[in-house]
C-alpha cells in the first residue's frame, strides 16, 4: 500500500516512517519530492485540521493515492493559543526558524515562569482519493524556556520543555521525542487506524 505524505520536510517524512514502522504498519511512504509536478498547497485554513485537509485532499487528487497531511504549531497560552496556525511564519517569513523564535522569546519576556504554559499541536488529516477523510490530533504540553537549547528536531523544539522533562524538546533524541511528540501521538492514532480503514473500504 502506498501512502503519500504531503509535506516537502524531509525530518517529517523521516519521522512518519519511523512511527508507521514501529507501528508494524506494511506502508510505503512517499514523500512530495517523489512527485515534482504537484504544486505546494496554500493553507488558507483557520485551523489545524482544516491546513491538513486541504493539502491531504489536493495531493490526494493530484496523485490519485491516498495522502496525508498534518499542520501543526506552538499554542502559548498567554498569547490566546498563538502562534497557532501562523506558528511557520510567525515573524513574517515561512521556515525562518531562528527568527520565529526570538519573536517569540520576545514577545513572552516578561512573562513569569508560572504563567509560561504552552504546548505543540497536531492535526493529522488522511484523504482518499475518493474524497473520504478522518482527522487525528496530538499534543505535547509544556513550558516555555526562556533562550533556546538543544539541536535536535526543529521549528521550536529548542524553547519548549515537555511536562516531565528537564531537557528541551531539541534535547531529546529522535526516539524519545517521538515516543511524547504531538506529531507522534497524532500519527501513531493514524498508523493504528491504517489497516482497519483501508480493509473497511469497499
Given at each position: 500500500?502506498?501512502?503519500?505524505?504531503?509535506?516537502?520536510?524531509?525530518?517529517k517524512v523521516?519521522?512518519?516512517?519511523?512511527?508507521?514502522?514501529?507501528?508494524?504498519?506494511?506502508?510505503?511512504?512517499?514523500?512530495?519530492?517523489?512527485?515534482?509536478?504537484?504544486?505546494?498547497?496554500?493553507?488558507?485554513?483557520?485551523?489545524?485540521?482544516?491546513?491538513?485537509?486541504?493539502?491531504a485532499?489536493?495531493?490526494?487528487?493530484?496523485?490519485?493515492?491516498?495522502?496525508?497531511?498534518?499542520?501543526?504549531?506552538?499554542?502559548?497560552?498567554?498569547?490566546?493559543?498563538?502562534p497557532?496556525?501562523?506558528?511557520?511564519?510567525?515573524?513574517?517569513?515561512?521556515?525562518?526558524?531562528?527568527?520565529?523564535?526570538?519573536?517569540?522569546?520576545?514577545?513572552?519576556?516578561?512573562?513569569?515562569?508560572?504563567?509560561?504554559?504552552?504546548?505543540?499541536?497536531?492535526?493529522?488529516a488522511?484523504?482518499?482519493?475518493?474524497?473520504?477523510?478522518?482527522?487525528?490530533?496530538?499534543?505535547?504540553p509544556?513550558?516555555?524556556?526562556?533562550?533556546?537549547?538543544?539541536?535536535?528536531?526543529?521549528?521550536?523544539d529548542?524553547?519548549?520543555?515537555?511536562?516531565?522533562?528537564?531537557?528541551?524538546?531539541?534535547?531529546?533524541?529522535?526516539?524519545?521525542?517521538?515516543?511524547?511528540?504531538?506529531?507522534?501521538?497524532?500519527?501513531?492514532?493514524?498508523?493504528?487506524?491504517?489497516?482497519?480503514?483501508?480493509?473497511?473500504?469497499?
Amino acid at each position: 500500500m502506498k501512502l503519500v505524505l504531503a509535506t516537502h520536510n524531509a525530518g517529517k517524512v523521516v519521522e512518519l516512517r519511523q512511527i508507521l514502522g514501529a507501528s508494524g504498519s506494511e506502508v510505503e511512504l512517499l514523500g512530495m519530492d517523489s512527485f515534482p509536478d504537484v504544486a505546494d498547497v496554500v493553507e488558507t485554513g483557520v485551523t489545524f485540521a482544516e491546513n491538513a485537509l486541504l493539502k491531504a485532499h489536493a495531493v490526494a487528487r493530484a496523485t490519485q493515492l491516498p495522502a496525508v497531511a498534518d499542520d501543526s504549531g506552538l499554542a502559548v497560552d498567554v498569547l490566546g493559543g498563538s502562534p497557532g496556525v501562523f506558528s511557520a511564519r510567525w515573524a513574517g517569513r515561512h521556515g525562518d526558524d531562528r527568527a520565529n523564535l526570538d519573536l517569540l522569546l520576545a514577545q513572552v519576556g516578561d512573562v513569569p515562569d508560572e504563567h509560561r504554559q504552552a504546548q505543540f499541536v497536531c492535526a493529522a488529516a488522511l484523504a482518499l482519493p475518493d474524497g473520504t477523510e478522518k482527522v487525528w490530533y496530538g499534543k505535547m504540553p509544556g513550558t516555555l524556556l526562556r533562550e533556546p537549547r538543544g539541536t535536535n528536531g526543529f521549528g521550536y523544539d529548542p524553547i519548549l520543555r515537555p511536562e516531565g522533562e528537564t531537557r528541551s524538546a531539541a534535547e531529546l533524541s529522535a526516539a524519545e521525542k517521538n515516543a511524547i511528540s504531538h506529531r507522534g501521538k497524532a500519527f501513531r492514532l493514524l498508523a493504528a487506524e491504517l489497516a482497519t480503514f483501508f480493509q473497511d473500504r469497499p
